[in-house]
């Protein structure tokens, strides 16, 4: 309590004091999000409920040179919001109120801490919807996934959160007053709200988003299809896009996957199948016979050994809740599980799928693999026991090899996940001194002591450097009971 | 061009960054030494089953377009090229999207990564050739539309999208404020509209899509049949509209926002977003009126720019945007003041 002391005094002078927690009964829930892997126990959480006050807390903080870590719902994956141990967590759950829905512009006015779903359910009367659907829709938050740059199922054709945001509002950290973009296009000057789209809460703090709603499609179907071998799935994804296809959506599931998932959830998946992919055509009725027709051509000439097409909305809603349910799936099967979020050429997906086969014989871990093949977007899941420490390092080597392995091919180490504080030792790897200190002066611009979530998403130089030595002594890392991905 | 750079940075001396000068009117005064980019030019990677182009900063879009086209691909956001010898560096730079923006999204949608050469002469590299990428900040995304005013882009990965199947336009008679109220009414259903605009009484739809698709949506909207050469006039705005003595304003509003009132011509595109006015009023009229209605003014194309091209900035932003000017050009020697006079 000591340290926090004073800052509790300081914020209880504008906040009710249960907007302002300390004691660790309180302060307990917020020691981790998504990454649970990760835990520290924030010094003080803040629960504002109005820009006034969000913008009190910033000001606050910034002249006590206290640390502040803005939080969502605590489902990201990356431990972007591990709390500070020294700071404040600002909690955005208050700020759930959708304060404008226009039909008519198509737009949605909402504050950070509304749930994805809710803005499509509000604007399903409406005829519209808000197109990214991250699976953890029902829980994730609209301002974690501005500051995740979330993506979804559907993102091939919809495109990810930086997309479908038009502008918001937020505070710097020393709690000055800004807007981004708007309903009128291309703001004037450079464009900060691409920027502070998927910035990890490092540049500023949102408390409103403006977010653009599509006319939601009349019909939409889903082929199941199977394959008997996994790059032969691989092959046809990259032959439905040079058909000009465009799905709506295009997922794989290798057989682990699959097998994991029929068991949670009866999605009625071809368990046979080395993999299946599951592509989706939506639109008019018409143009959805017609795109469905020209997929399954597609896919049975790139040897699909069984196909099924949806008949109507509920069996098309089963088929993806498989997918949407792979990560709680795989959590039954296995005590933990470890996510990865690569993303590579589509070309290199073969190459990179035997790369994980291997490193699951290297390791002696399995490791199912769900993908939106469609983006090059991988989530293997590394499954593994958190409790036995020689599993837990070999999961952490297992990771890393494979994110390297994404950068080598021409891909990233985080399509929509975030590096946070677990990938930043691979930032290391994907970018070279100029530009991480090119990141580094960027997050000055506009954080120059750098309190607003302090330590995430771009390494040091100085960790870098100690990051690159104990990859030089090869293989085995010091302390490998450290939690250390 | 590093080493032009480290000189010009060397003796803090101003590079005016230039491809084929197509764009040389948009923008503030152009100062500096030219250093011309079409040296550095051609197709690096383009794989049509990736979705994703890779070229050099000196590439004529012309033969880039030509090379999608025969690919039965494009660049979905429809750049104007303003000249046979725009080049694929100033299209990014300039951050210019045509009217398939309305349905497509806007050039920086498609800007997956760049190499970039920063002030100090120092090759970067952020984003890549994927759809999905969150690894460090969106620098690729915050240099499209910066006017070379932040580094020279020297090569750009684009995310491209298939040629529409089928493809037809159709125009109608409606006064202006009952042609923005049908191009949001139709904006907000599944109807495959990829282009609107309106002008002089009459408003000019473009369908894309599936053959279903937009025979669907030709049959909902009506009106009479359009030579699709009219797209190209208004994105090159070689259209009648474009040519005359007065200022040209490009106006970003709401789509729903009610007709500009303001002395001069005017043509909307984007669905009411985009609203083009040719007017002698006064800059700070224009301005004003842009702001009332909750959007802003450029002043696109005009002999006498004392009023600086661009809306003002509010304070925070603009140091915010001095901040990361000095951080990729502490020398500021990239395009002075083309943006802003203290960028």
Redesign the interface.
Known sequence: MGAALPVVKALREFLPARAVLHQEEDTRPYECDGLTAYRQLPMVVALPETEEQVQRILKTCSALKVPVVPRGAGTGLSGGALPPGDGVLLSMAKFMRVLRLDPLARLAVVQPGVRNAVVSELAAPLGLYYAPDPSSQIACTIGGNVAENSGGVHCLKYGLTLHNVLGMRGFTIEGEPFALGGAAPDAPGYDLLALGIGSEGMLFVVTEVTLKLLPKPQCARVIMASFDDVEKAGAAVADVIAAGIVPAGLEMMDRPATRAVEQFVRAGYDLEAAAILLCESDGTPEEVDDEIGRMKDVLERAGATRMTVSRDEAERLRFWSGRKAAFPAVGRISPDYYCMDGTIPRKRLGEVLRFIAAMERKYNLRCPNVFHAGDGNLHPLILFDANNADELHRTEQFAAEVLEKCVEVGGTITGEHGVGVEKINQMCVQFGTPELELFLAVKRAFDPRGLLNPGKAVPSLARCAEYGRMRVHGGKLPHPELPRF | MQERVRAAASRRAALRLRGGGTKDFYGNALRGEVLDTRSYAGIVAY??????VTARCGTPLSDLETILDEN?QCLPFEPPHFGEAATVGGCVAA?L?GPR?VAA??L??FVLGVKLV?GRG?????G????????????S??V???LGT?GLIAEVSLKL???P?AESSVRLELPQARAL?AM??W?????AISASAWHDGELSVRLS?????V??AAARIGGTALDGAFWRELREQTHAFFSGPEPLWRL??????PAVELDGKQLLE?GG??RWLRTSAAAAEVRDTARRL???A?LFRAPDKAAGC?????P??AR??Q??K???DPDGIFNPGR??PEL
């Open positions: 794989e049509p089953t990736e979705l994703v039965h951050g999207s923006r999204g806007a920086r949608d920063d120092q090759a970067l590299a952020f890549g050739q994927v759809m999905k990428n969150v690894a460090g900040y969106d620098v995304r915050l499209a539309g910066s932040l999208a298939p040629r199947q109220e949001n009414r904006a907000g259903q599944p109807l899509g599936s053959a279903a698709a025979h669907a970003s509003l709401p789509s729903t926002a984007w977003a985009l909750n959007g802003h450029t661009f809306a003002p900035l509010d925070v932003l915010v945007h901040a990361l000095a951080a990729f943006m802003y």
